[in-house]
């Protein structure tokens, strides 16, 4: 439980920092290649060894760090689709979105 907590930090809260940066120096594609490189190799390497050697059990937990994980795709995907940019809103969406995921686990624990 904690590790689906703690992971977004440990692997992701770097390339934010660093995209963020980029970003106020204009370096718009750099900040994009930065966090798409990091998810991609995520989605890879990592993913693979934890589907080979865990168990393929799915419990509430997975489901509902599933679940939000897409809609979180979903605000990023309408964001750009409307605004062609992310603005506060979406932000302050995926921050509620994981607090809601934060929530559930401590209330179930």
């Not at 920092?17 to 120096?25: G, K, L």
């Amino acid at each position: 439980m904690l590790s689906l907590v703690l992971a977004p930090f440990a692997t992701e809260l770097p390339e934010k920092a660093n995209s963020f940066f980029w970003i106020r120096e204009g370096k718009d594609s750099l900040a994009l290649g930065n966090i798409t490189g990091a998810l991609v190799f995520q989605s890879t390497l990592p993913m693979a060894v934890g589907l080979a050697f865990t168990s393929w059990e799915l419990d509430s937990y997975s489901l509902v760090a599933g679940c939000l994980a897409l809609a979180g795709g979903l605000v990023a995907i309408l964001t750009l689709q409307v605004r062609r940019r992310f603005n506060g809103r979406a932000i302050a969406l995926w921050a509620a979105l994981y607090v809601a995921f934060v929530v559930y686990v401590v209330s179930t624990a």
